[in-house]
């Protein structure tokens, strides 16, 4: 028995059967031979020994019903009466104690008292992943059959695309992203949606029912659009953050499928709507994707913006990506894959100025118009068309304007950005990659190159051909030479230079680059042919019939000097022994001092194994016509098709005998024999 004392009070409590009394000072208790009984003395009571002595409470076990607090019942019967009684003693000391209420727990089910095996797990997670799929179906379809009605759906989805589902978010969230994505493809409509009140539908404006529905919804679909593309940028943020700190195998792969997943999403989006609102945040990452180190999201992007340069027909589009495209260059140091580059070669400045294209207007119906008006209509009509076509002249005059200002920003950017390169590999020579796509840039775009610009350009490039080795030096006296093909006509620049180091390419050069080669043949020699010293002209044309031996595209390159060789008359002295006068030192690098020599290679191509260079050579070393049907042929077209001589010219020699115990073709011989019987009852006959 314990007592607990209090200011006039005093509490009784019997320890083994937690029964309290209560009394008051000069008040007698009550006892067992009291004739009134207490209520609670009526009801039969449970022995909390016995049951603290068949069960015993085991730890709490987490399952997918919550949790189960699990029991286990224990046999006492063999237990010796010292164990019994030191269990009392234990129970009642723990009665005394303070026990901190646990939670509910679940019950457990009998499917859980049995161990889950990998299988079912499996099992259980592809179950819910079927669940998950069909109510995503079920709520991208309720959008898309009425998305004014049911645009509350965006909300579940961009919760599925943020949180996922327990045990299989990733594969959720890929499939409400990608699901997001096509949705908001139907959905956004053909215009950027502006503020209520930039058209004057404040809160005090009075509009219709209809209207402010239609306003609601597109701030709705706005702010879900929002959000949306906010939950791609966290994903490719918190990609990158996994890359620059050490992560699991399996955690990476799941990471890097869900930020190309996003990747893909975002640029689906900017190609979908590139007028809609949130573009410059989708160029952003559509560039962020760019530079990325992952191949598949790097190829994505740029395949991405490379159509919206394509599409793009104004260029406010084109201009923001190119200033973006820019500043990662400047961010990363120029430390980046030459991928981010290429997507420069599809920019559309060369697009001609659109034609206004006319109506159709039935005379009929303006003739019957025009008879019924009197007067004073007739006047008026005729200054309402006056003013309507100055107004489309206005109209046209200001998008011209606008376009060629754009085009002038965006060609700015890109010089720039492309001299940058040119001056930075000197210094970095790490930095090679870059310089084939900032070669094709120059070259495609060299007509658009101001003279300001273009003296510097052809400065740095003739800097690095002392640098370059032997396939990418072609690509630069391409766009040398493609340079001063237009506007740098009006330069005085001496091009030695360039002729030196295509002196050395066209000995140096391999097979990959003919087609690039034949390129700069065309522009430094056979166009400029006129302007060039017999000298310089008939070293190259010597060293170029040298290349046309050794490599595997000599149609074309012997197509092109026949060209050359039948169009000038100063190089019939090649073709001629008397020719001797001077002394061919091929060893030497200039070919204004190398000399000449009579084209022997004519000769040894005369029995090449492809008939058509074949046919070439011995009309030119002949001095006779090229068939016209190998004159049609473009030298830098045929260049690009490689000719096999073991699969275009088989071999037609016998084949080698093989004896198997007998000559086989005896054998063959002896089947195709008549029998001895058969012939001499020919014979009897």
């Not at 679909?221 to 943020?237: D, E, F, H, T, W």
């Not at 046209?396 to 390169?421: C, F, M, N, P």
């Not at 000559?663 to 012939?679: F, L, T, W």
Request: hydrophobic residues 35%; glycine residues 6%; positive net charge.
């Amino acid at each position: 028995m314990v007592r607990f004392q209090n200011a006039g009070h005093d509490f009784t409590m019997d320890v083994r059967r937690k029964q309290w009394r209560r009394g008051r000072p000069g008040k007698r208790r009550r006892t067992a031979g009291d004739g009134d009984e207490p209520a609670f003395e009526k009801v039969p009571r449970r022995s909390m020994a016995n049951d603290r002595q068949s069960v015993r409470v085991l730890l709490p076990v987490k399952t997918r019903h919550g949790v189960v607090q699990k029991t286990e019942v224990l046999d006492r019967k063999d237990d010796s009466p010292l164990e019994s009684e030191e269990a009392d003693d234990e129970s009642a000391s723990e009665e005394m104690e303070e026990v901190p209420e646990t939670p509910p727990v679940a019950e457990e089910s009998p499917g859980d008292k049995t161990p889950r095996t990998a299988v079912k797990s499996l099992s259980e997670k592809y179950r819910q992943l079927q669940q998950v799929k069909q109510k995503i179906g079920s709520m991208a379809s309720a959008i898309v059959e009425d998305p004014q009605d049911k645009v509350g759906h965006f909300k579940e989805l961009i919760a599925l695309l943020r949180d996922g589902a327990p045990g299989i978010s990733h594969i959720v969230q890929r499939l409400a992203a990608l699901t997001l994505l096509e949705v908001f493809k139907d959905v956004v409509p053909g215009y950027a949606i502006t503020a209520p009140t930039a058209h004057g539908s404040g809160p005090k404006q009075k509009l219709k029912k209809e209207t402010r529905a239609l306003i609601g919804y597109e701030e709705a679909l706005l702010r879900y659009y929002g959000q949306y593309v906010g939950c791609l940028r966290k994903i490719l943020a918190r990609h990158m953050k996994r890359l620059k700190s050490p992560q699991s195998a399996l955690r990476l792969r799941l990471s890097t499928a869900l930020a190309q997943v996003a990747a893909r999403c975002v640029c689906g989006l900017l190609l979908a709507h590139p007028h809609f609102n949130l573009r410059g945040q989708l160029i952003e990452l559509a560039v962020h994707c760019l530079g990325s180190s992952d191949d598949k999201m790097s190829l994505t992007a740029c395949q991405a913006l490379r159509q919206l340069y394509r599409q793009d027909r104004l260029g406010e589009s084109t201009l923001d990506a190119v200033k973006r495209t820019r500043a990662l260059l400047k961010a990363r140091g120029l430390q980046v894959h030459p991928r981010v580059l290429e997507p420069f070669l599809s920019l559309r400045l060369r697009e001609p100025r659109a034609a206004d294209q006319g109506h159709n207007i039935d005379l009929k119906k303006v003739r019957e118009g025009l008879r019924k008006m009197s007067r004073k209509e007739h006047r008026q009509h005729k200054r309402m068309r006056r003013l309507e076509s100055q107004l489309r002249e206005t109209e046209a005059q200001e998008s011209d304007i606008r376009k060629d200002r754009l085009q002038g920003e965006i060609l700015q950017q890109l010089l720039w950005t492309y001299a940058h390169v040119l001056k930075q590999v000197p210094q970095r020579p790490e930095l090679k990659p870059l310089l084939r796509p900032v070669f094709k840039g120059l070259a495609q775009y060299a007509h658009l190159v101001n003279l300001d610009f273009l003296e510097d350009i052809l400065d740095a490039l003739g800097i690095l051909l002392n640098l370059l080795g032997s396939r990418d030096a072609p690509c630069c006296l391409q766009a040398a030479f493609a340079l001063l093909s237009g506007q740098g006509q009006a330069l005085t620049v001496d091009p030695q230079r360039f002729y030196v180091a295509l002196f050395r390419c066209l000995l140096e050069s391999p097979p990959a680059s003919a087609r690039t080669l034949l390129l700069c043949w065309r522009m430094m020699v056979v166009n400029r042919c006129r302007s060039l010293s017999v000298y310089r002209l008939k070293a190259l044309c010597k060293r170029f019939a040298t290349l046309c031996l050794n490599h595997t595209h000599s149609l074309g390159l012997t197509l092109s000097l026949g060209t050359l060789l039948r169009s000038e008359p100063r190089l019939q002295g090649l073709l001629e022994v008397a020719d001797t006068q001077t002394i061919f030192r091929p060893m030497l690098g200039d070919p204004d001092h190398t000399g000449c020599a009579p084209l022997w290679e004519l000769h040894v191509l005369r029995k090449h194994y492809d008939p058509s260079t074949a046919a070439i050579a011995k009309a030119v070393a002949s001095s006779n016509r090229i068939p016209p049907a190998l004159t049609s042929l473009d030298p830098v077209r045929v260049a690009g098709k490689r000719i096999d001589p073991l699969v275009a010219f088989p071999t037609s020699g016998p084949k080698a005998k093989i004896r198997h115990g007998l000559n086989k073709d005896r054998v063959e011989r002896r089947k195709r024999r008549p029998a001895k019987g058969a012939v001499r009852k020919k014979d009897n006959e």
